[in-house]
């Protein structure tokens, strides 16, 4: 059975930074594109990043470039979402999603909550 | 690059047909064949209910179908069912635009 299990959410202070983890398994990990996928709170869904199979493809959001990094470890089936920086508008539930533009497999979401 | 345009609401009787409309450009919905639709229970991780613009995922009742047509695609939802209650959103591959990702607004989809 595919899971990503989401971790890494939290309070932080406007400016302060956080590290988004996504647990992947269930399936070969890495043979697929991640993305990360945010929704602030009464909002709709917002692409933030995408990393390839390698990690030498990553795109991002222009909202978030120079501010947020994606990266993954495919020895421990993991990709991450390191965030500086971090503004009142990035509060929202972050979302790991397996696949490069369909996602067929989400994790259940962490929630950041950037606020003084 | 702007979010696709979806309506906001959308509504129908149980058994009826409902079709949900995402607009976006030749640059997005109308340049690739990457469109997805996902279904959204509150407090739930988003579904995928259709990819590329007319594929069903494994388990997705075929009451849920997709179609494009030039720089717009539609979800519609056959034979509704009270648990098709819920938001949907589109999704569309833009290439090498940035985002490279798109996603609509979102309808609220109500079974009356």
């Known amino acids: 059975e595919v899971q990503l299990v989401d971790s890494g959410g939290g309070l932080v202070q406007p400016g302060g930074s956080l590290r988004l983890s996504c647990a992947a398994s269930g399936f070969s990990f890495g043979t697929y594109w991640m993305s990360w996928v945010r929704q602030a709170p009464g909002k709709g869904l917002e692409w933030v990043a995408n990393?390839?199979?390698?990690?030498?493809?990553?795109y991002y959001v222009d909202s978030v470039k120079g501010r947020f990094t994606i990266s993954r470890d495919n020895a421990r089936n993991s990709v991450y979402l390191q965030m500086n920086s971090l503004r009142a508008e990035d509060t929202a539930v972050y979302y790991c999603?397996?696949?490069?533009?369909?996602?067929?497999?989400w994790g259940q979401g962490t929630l950041v909550t950037v606020s003084s | 690059q702007s979010a696709l345009t979806q309506p906001p609401s959308a509504s129908g009787s149980p058994g009826q047909s409902v079709t949900i409309s995402c607009t976006g450009t030749?640059?997005?919905?109308?340049?690739?064949?990457?469109v997805s639709w996902y279904q959204q229970h509150p407090g739930k991780a988003p579904k995928l209910m259709i990819y590329e613009v007319s594929k069903r995922p494994s388990g997705v009742p075929d009451r849920f179908s997709g179609s494009k047509s030039g720089n717009t695609a539609s979800l519609t939802v056959s034979g509704l069912q009270a648990e098709d209650e819920a938001n949907y959103y589109c999704?569309?591959?833009?290439?090498?635009?940035?985002?490279?990702?798109?996603f609509g607004g979102g309808t609220k989809m109500t079974v009356l």
């Open positions: 990393i390839n199979q390698d990690g030498s493809e990553k």
């Open positions: 999603a397996r696949g490069q533009a369909s996602f067929f497999y």
């Open positions: 030749s640059s997005d919905v109308g340049g690739y064949n990457y």
């Open positions: 999704s569309s591959f833009a290439g090498s635009n940035t985002p490279p990702v798109l």
